[in-house]
């Protein structure tokens, strides 16, 4: 059948299962929103007050269903406000599909009004993106994109097309969507060979050592993770991309590895004689000094992309492919083990924590823990990018994937809130709580009022320190406390704010205060905002100092 530009990318994203896009209309994506108007009843869309909320939301979207997500915006200023999202769903491998609206084909190249040069701009930061030409180009484009996006190790695509082209009829049909591959482009999958080597490699292991990374997750491969590592006997660390894969109350895990985990997990890396590494990149906040990372153990490294092994961290073996299917063709291959001594070493370490001094305000442990005890291990959480990020991962029990959403890669102050926003509306049943710190909050505080216009019920705790609390930690401990514009003594009150856009906000005195308002928010279903006042000099420990091994962590600040 025969229908305009705009009526076949409507209905292409329907033809791939998604039911919510997020966006904001624009010039060059009016015929676009046309077509949304008249198949509203078929696909949602969710106006943001930013686009790059609207990016962030189609993130938080992909994250908490495993689904692509999907966000619209108009050419120029639109679509640029789209790079920081694409950049953070692209460092965290996060399926998304972005369209934008460009001028008509007889205007470009003409500097014509808000024409941008988007698929060049965001080139570096796509798995791939399309520039349409003709009419005709639209829906194999379009399908093409998502088939991208999903495929092996997922990430952003963009979708460029003039507005002329969402005018100009072609023909459309629909079309099954096809299976997505499990492997990278280009990837040759290990071999039976290959997996027996690994076997026997591990097999021949005294000290075992299990990092679990994003890749667990993309592949749903938990519960084969949890299953090798009953099988070995042997302690499990997650990456901060990675938190969920494993349960954190789990007997072998070790928590958090890298700048900020755990003692033992640090310490695991030093002493153990074979590290498996799956579904992790091996980035620097992971692995300090490369050069003493792991030193003078077998690194066995298992991931989907090909170009990840070897790149940071010279591995001994390795196994390319879905992780899924990895884990399952070794797990025939190995017999049940246990390592009591090494085990025990690991729990030796597990007892060394951090001395942390008492300061004012409401401490982040209990924050966490009293958000826990409120909504439980079913909910979403998602954070911006700072020490309340951190505190999170290193307090809150994650123990089911898909329920940490945090930026990692890119570290994108303003993320959260809009991943919040995406997360809460591709899981309508779950809770979500939003954990802000006041510095990244302020960023794309503007998206309450898509939290208040949608009734989203979702509770906001904003660690608030009146400060920039990573950036002010890292003054103290190497700088020698100049504490260069960071401190953030200047409006908002974050509970007026709330207020200003309908949605309740409490400024809890104590932990008993900010239990009663957690109880009364997973009991309920509105929106709310708590705002915690946290002592300034609170920090994160421990800390590996930058260019460290991550066995020389800080452990108190004087």
Known sequence: MRMSGARVIVECIIEQGVDTVFGYPGGTVLNIYDELYKHADRLRHVLTSHE????????????????TGVVIATSGP????LVTGIATAYMDSVPMVAITGSVPRKLKGKDSFQEIDIAGITMPITKHNFVVKEPGEIASTIRRAFEIAASGRPGPVLVDIPKDLTAADSEWSPQRIRARSTLAKGAV????????????????????????????????????????????????AVTLMGQG???????????????????????????????????????????GDASRFAKGSHI???????????????????????????????????????????????AGWRREVPVRPETAGLAPRAILESIHEA???????????????????????????RTFISSCGLGTMGFGTGAAIGAQMARPDSRVVHVAGDGSFRMNCA????????????????????????????????????????????????VKLADAYGIAGVRPGGIDELREAL????????????????????????????????????????
């Open 78 to 81: 639109g679509a640029t406000n």
């Open 245 to 287: 894969s494993f349960p954190a109350g789990h007997p072998l895990s070790t928590g958090m590895i890298g700048m900020h985990g755990t003692r033992a997990s640090n310490n695991a890396v030093r002493e153990t004689d074979l590290l498996i590494a799956i579904g992790m990149r091996f980035s620097d906040r992971v692995i």
């Open 447 to 494: 998206e309450l009022a898509t939290i208040a216009r949608y009734d989203l019920p979702i509770t906001i705790v904003v660690v608030n320190n009146g400060t920039l609390g990573m950036v002010r930690q890292w003054q103290t401990l190497f700088y020698g406390k100049r504490y260069s514009q960071t401190d953030l003594d200047r409006p908002p009150d974050f």
């Open 519 to 558: 109880s009364r928010a997973a009991r309920g279903r509105a929106p709310l905002l708590v705002d915690c006042r946290v002592g300034i000099d609170e920090n994160v420990l421990p800390i590996v100092p930058p260019g460290k091994p991550i066995d020389e962590q800080i452990m108190q600040v004087d």
């Open 189 to 236: 999958p290990a071999g039976d060979i290959e997996i027996e080597e690994a076997a026997e490699l591990i097999a021949a292991a005294r000290r075992p050592f299990i990092v679990s990374g994003g890749g667990v997750i993309a592949s749903g491969a938990s519960e084969a993770l949890a299953g090798l590592a009953e099988t070995l006997d042997a302690p499990v």
């Open 52 to 67: 790059q909320g609207a990016a962030h939301a189609a993130d938080g979207y992909a994250r908490a269903s495993g689904r």
């Open 375 to 401: 909504f439980g291990d079913e909910t979403i959480i998602a954070t911006e990018v700072g020490q309340h990020q951190i505190w999170t991962a290193q307090y809150y029990p994650f123990s089911r994937p």
């Open 300 to 346: 066995l490294h298992i991931d989907v992309d090909p170009s990840e092994i070897g790149k940071n961290i010279r591995c001994y073996r390795s196994l390319v492919g879905d992780v899924s299917d990895i884990l399952a063709r070794l797990s025939g291959r190995l017999k049940p083990a246990r390592r009591p001594q090494w085990l025990a070493s690991v």
